[in-house]
C-alpha cells in the first residue's frame, strides 16, 4: 500500500450558469507524476492522469495530457495550455502526484525534486497551486478562463515524516486549507492529517487510486459535482476502512450558489437561468468543517485569518482567539534571585541607623573613642549635622576599615551617597583624612569601587544593575591623608 500527498480540487466561477450554457471552448490539462527521485515513487498516478484524459475527453474537453514531469517541464507545459484559453472559456487542470504544504500556500512537487533540506529549498522546487500572484488557479484566471476547475491527487500528511536520515522540515499539516470565497468548491479526497491511499493489497488488477476509482464513474455518468462528491466521499470512507482501519474521509467546502455540472448535462437537462436568484449563504454553515482540519495548528497567521473570517460565529470564532493566545510566547521566568550570606568581620558596634539609611542596621569594624567631650560614633552617619562625624580607631590611616549597612528586608537601593571628610570646618576637613577610594559589596555579589572627591560635598555612588539587597559592605582602600591626624572620617550617609 502506497499513499500519496490528498485530491484537492478548487473551482472558482464567473458564473453561476450550468457549465453547458456559461463555457465557449473547454480546455484540460493533465499531469500525472509518479517516478519520482528523491522522495517515494507512486504507482497508479499514470493510470489515474489517463483516467481523467479519457473522461474529459469523453465530456468534450480538448485534453493535453504530460507523464512524470521535471519542474521545467510543469512550467512549459503550463505555458503552453494557457495559450489556448481564451476569455470565457473553461479551463480544467488535473494533477496526480505528491504535493506538500508550507501551512499557507500548497505546492505541487514534480519528479526532479531534489533531496529535501530545507523548507526554503522545497519551495523554490514546487510549483504553487494557488498563492494569489502566480500559481496554477491564479493564472487559469489571469488568462480570462470564465470557469476554472483545479483537481489535485495528493495527501494531506507530511511525505518527509519518518523518512530515514532527513530532519523534519515542518511540513507535518501536509495540504492546507485554502480560503473558500464565494463561488468556490474545494474537495480533498481525505480529511486533514490523513492519508490519501494511492491502493491497498488487494488490488489485482486495480490501477486507479481508491478516491478516484470512485470519484471518476459520478462524473462520467453525468452527476452535479456536489452530488458526485457526496457519493464519493461515503464509497472512498468504507473502502478505507478494509485497510486496518485506514481512515480516509474525503471533505469538500462549497460556497456555489446553486450545483455545477462539468458535463454537458446533469441529472437530465440543466435548467436554463438567464439570471439565477441568489441564495444567502450562511456564513457559519462551513466553520466547524474548516475548524477541525485547523484546531490542531500552530499556524497563528491561519488562526487569525480564521478568526476574521468567521467573526461572527463567535464559538469558532472564540476557539481560534484562545488558540492563538496559547500561542503567544510566554514571559521567560523571573530570575531567582539570592544573597550572600551576611558578612561577620567581627564588628565593635553595631547601631540603629534610621530613616536615612532605610533603618538599616549599621556596623562598624573600629570607632575612634571620644576625645575632648566629642564623640565619633557610627549615629553620626545619618544624623544630619555637618558638626559630627563617624571616625575609624585603629592606628594608621583606616585603610581596610568597614561599615556594614544591613537592611531589616530586602529593599530597593540604587546608590550609597556620603560626605567625605569631617565637614565641621574646613580645618578640621583638612586636618583629618578623607576617603579616596571607598569598595562598596552588595549581598547580591556586586562589587564596585568608587574614587570619591577631596571636598566635603554629597557624592552619590550608584549600584549599577544590583537594585534589590538585603546588606551593603563599604571598605576604605585608599585615603587622602590629614594634615594633623591619621584618623578618616565620613560626615554623612545616605541610601537612596
Known sequence: MLTRLGVLAVLTLTALLPMSAAAQDRHALIIGNGAYQNVPA????????????????????????????????????????????????????????????????????????????????????????????????????????????????ACRNNIFAGRSGTKSLGLSRGLAVERVPQGA????????????????????????????????????????LEDAINDAQLETAEVALTYQGHQQNPAYYDQINGKLCLADSCGGSAPQVASPTPVPADPCARAGDVWADIKNSDDAALLEIFAQDYAQCSIYAHLADSLLAALEPKPAPLPVITHKTLPDLGWQTCTPGGGAVKNARLCAASVLAPQSGNSYGLGNLTDNIRSTAWVEGVTGNGEGQTILIELPEVSYVSSVAVINGYAKSSKSFSGNGRVAALRIRTSRGGDFTYRLSDNSKWQDLPLPGDGEVRWILLEITQTYPGSRWQDTAITELRLK
Do not use: C
Not at 72 to 94: C, K, N, S, W
Not at 101 to 128: C, F, H, I, Q
Not at 185 to 208: C, H, K, N, V, Y
Open 42 to 153: 507512486l504507482q497508479n498516478t499514470l493510470a489515474d492522469a489517463a483516467a481523467y484524459a479519457d473522461t474529459f475527453e469523453t465530456l468534450g474537453y480538448s485534453v493535453s495530457l504530460h507523464e512524470d514531469l521535471d519542474r521545467t517541464g510543469m512550467e512549459f507545459a503550463l505555458a503552453d495550455f494557457l495559450d489556448q484559453i481564451r476569455p470565457g472559456d473553461t479551463a480544467v487542470f488535473v494533477y496526480s502526484g505528491h504535493g506538500w504544504s508550507d501551512g499557507r500556500v500548497n505546492y505541487l512537487l514534480p519528479t526532479d525534486l531534489a533531496e529535501p533540506k530545507s523548507e526554503r529549498r522545497v519551495k523554490a522546487m514546487s510549483m504553487a497551486l494557488q498563492n494569489g500572484a502566480d500559481g496554477v488557479v491564479d493564472q487559469l484566471r489571469d488568462a480570462g478562463a470564465a470557469v476554472q476547475v483545479a483537481i489535485i491527487d
Open 185 to 224: 468548491f474545494l474537495i480533498f479526497s481525505a480529511g486533514a492529517g490523513e492519508e490519501s491511499l494511492d491502493r491497498l493489497p488487494q488490488d489485482e488488477g486495480q490501477t486507479l487510486s481508491v478516491f478516484t476509482r470512485h470519484f471518476l464513474p459520478k462524473l462520467q455518468a453525468g452527476l452535479y
